[in-house]
């Protein structure tokens, strides 16, 4: 139902929801609004109030391969926003040394076959062609290895197999919800500084107002709902609904509006983080088609390879390591090609607000919740909010049901990603420095206590992982706890009595596609010159 139809039908309350104000221009501000003009058109007015003075967070440049269908719903192909972007593809996200230093194991965007309802994983621990789990049972682990592209030079995606069916009833805008359960092959790297620019040109053009000012006081009416927001020089701004994009001050809903946060710290005790903007001549410095993610002293190190440069930084709990030492070991990590560059500090604030929609306003990005970047969730989870805003958008009743729907879904997004990204720690082998000892004992939520002892016995399966919807199916879960290799697996007793032939012939298909791909695809470079030289001649 559009909102057009909603005010015609159904309002009862005080007025069409119509007016959005957004504060804060980062990466949330602007998916959220170009997302609502997208959905909208002009039925909908939307105000975004971005500070000249406070900066953004400056980091965040993986993501999950859902975002496409962020991109579709804009009806924005590859060509038109990669470019802007200095994007590159990401098949997976490769962790080294997790288990023993030179180890390295990849948690890629591909489903994982069954053979006669046993998951080949299962098959593997019964019968390993090779120690490598990964590549054993995914294609993509060649291919990342390779550092090959997921697209051939003419633009086609690497073969049939990958290629989903549109689900999008014709509209041709396709949204998280039609798709779970499907693998899309790849996700991106981007700068995220510049995809905001990039969609505030894309909301501006588009009607969104674009405010420069400073959000200075919040004030509330009688019921304790967002009346008006007072700006430093525009005065007063008013909306119906208001989204909180203010980054890990969250302004409106826990400074304004007193929504309590709701920490995971006891359970991801990464609280730190130093980043790095590497430069480096990327047209001959391998592009990897992957995030890295690489276990250290107090934590991990991310490498994200993009067509200007290499992103990095250490993530870290402060419990183990001073912000000094963390950038002394990711100068160290780096070299020479960061040596003038300065490096961004930054304090995470790890957990979630306990509800992301209170009365009229609805906090979306960091403001909402935030887990360390170890799977790339930060945008995912903005993606899935404005989707969801939008599937739950009020009406001039403010129907209290849809704010709990929209609620319990975040909930489920943020709790399932914390058991996932918990499993990481918990299954890590490496036990050299107290940090990795502690996290082999840290307490993790009493559920993934309970599922961690069923996946000893068999594992994870879509009936034995968190239940709800959080964008992670169980093979990625397969993935952490056989790569990381710190907790026991043992394959299913019935594999020892049935038929292997059809699992080895799976891992022979397997082992022949990935070899076949690598020798058809382009590298990320050889793929990008191509899309660059394209864009030149027009
Ligand atoms: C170390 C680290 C690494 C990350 N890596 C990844 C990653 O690889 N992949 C991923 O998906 N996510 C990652 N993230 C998360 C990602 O960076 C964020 O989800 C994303 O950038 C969204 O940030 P934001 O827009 O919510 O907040 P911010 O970028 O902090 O933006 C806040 C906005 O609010 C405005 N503002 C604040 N106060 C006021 C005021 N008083 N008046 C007006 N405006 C105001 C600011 O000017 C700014 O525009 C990472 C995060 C961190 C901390």
Redesign the pocket.
């Known amino acids: 139902m559009t909102v057009a139809a909603q005010h015609d039908g159904t309002t009862t309350g005080d007025g069409p929801v119509r007016k959005v104000v957004i ?7 602007w998916m959220t609004a170009s997302y609502l003009v997208a959905a909208f058109g002009d039925r909908i007015e939307v105000t975004l ?3 000249a ?12 391969s859902d975002i496409r269908h962020f991109f579709e719903f804009l009806r924005l192909e590859e060509h038109e926003w990669m470019p802007a972007c200095n994007a590159t593809y990401k098949l997976a996200v490769r962790f080294e040394n997790w288990r023993q230093p030179g180890h390295h194991f990849y948690h890629p965007f591909e489903q994982l076959r069954s053979v006669d309802g046993f998951l080949l994983t299962d098959w593997w621990l019964r019968y390993p062609s090779t120690s490598r789990f990964d590549a054993d049972c995914f294609v993509m682990a060649a291919l990342c290895d390779a550092g090959r592209s997921p697209r051939h030079l003419d633009g086609a995606l690497i073969d049939q197999d990958f290629v989903e069916q549109d689900r999008s009833g014709g509209s041709g805008r396709t949204t998280i919800l039609e798709y779970q359960g499907a693998q899309f092959p790849y996700a991106y790297h981007f700068e ?1 500084h510049l995809l905001a620019k990039f969609l505030a040109r894309y909301g501006t053009d588009r009607g969104v107002r674009h405010v420069f ?4 006081d919040v004030r509330l009416d009688e019921r304790g709902w967002i009346d008006h927001i007072v700006t430093a020089e525009h005065g007063e701004v008013r909306g119906d609904l208001y989204v909180d ?5 969250a ?1 409106l809903l826990n400074k304004a509006l007193d929504e309590p946060f709701v920490s995971f710290q006891d359970s991801l005790p990464n609280d730190s ?1 130093v ?1 790095l903007q590497v430069p480096l001549d990327m047209a001959s410095t391998p592009i990897r088609p992957c ?1 890295t993610a690489t276990a250290q002293d107090a934590g991990w190190m ?1 490498t ?1 390879p993009l067509i200007s440069r290499i992103g990095t ?1 250490y ?1 870290y709990s402060r419990e183990y390591c001073e912000p000094e030492e963390a950038e002394r070991a990711l100068r160290a990590f780096v070299g020479p090609a960061a040596a003038d560059v300065e490096a961004n500090h ?1 304090r ?1 604030r790890i957990g979630r607000s306990a509800r992301s929609w209170v009365a009229n306003c609805v906090a ?4 909402s919740g ?1 887990v360390e ?1 170890l799977e ?7 993606h899935h909010a404005v989707e969801q805003l939008v599937r739950y958008f009020p009406g001039g009743d403010w129907d209290p049901q849809l704010r709990t729907l929209y609620n319990q879904s975040i909930t489920h997004v943020m709790e399932g990603v914390r058991e996932f990204l918990c499993l990481h720690y918990r299954a890590a082998k490496r036990s050299d420095t107290r940090y990795w000892r502690d996290a082999r004992t840290r307490a993790v939520p009493d559920a993934l206590e309970e599922r961690l002892q069923q996946w000893a016995t068999k594992l994870p399966e879509a009936s034995t992982v968190y239940p709800h919807y959080h964008g992670l199916p169980p093979y990625s879960y397969n993935c952490i706890l056989l790569g990381a290799g710190g907790l026991p697996v043992r394959p299913s007793p019935a594999l020892a009595m049935a038929d292997e032939k059809a699992a080895l012939a799976a891992f022979q298909e397997i082992r022949e596609k990935g070899a076949r791909l690598v020798a058809q695809l382009p590298t990320q470079n050889e793929y990008f010159a191509r899309m660059r030289a394209d864009a030149a001649s027009g």
Do not use: K, Q, Y
């Open positions: 504060v804060g221009g980062g990466t949330a501000g109030v971005e500070s003075n406070v900066t953004t967070v400056g980091v965040g440049e993986a993501t999950f995220a000012d400073d959000v200075v994009c203010t980054g890990f001050r302004l983080a980043a995030t991310w994200i930084g993530v930054i995470m979306v990005g960091l403001s935030f970047p790339s969730t930060g945008i995912f989870f903005i």
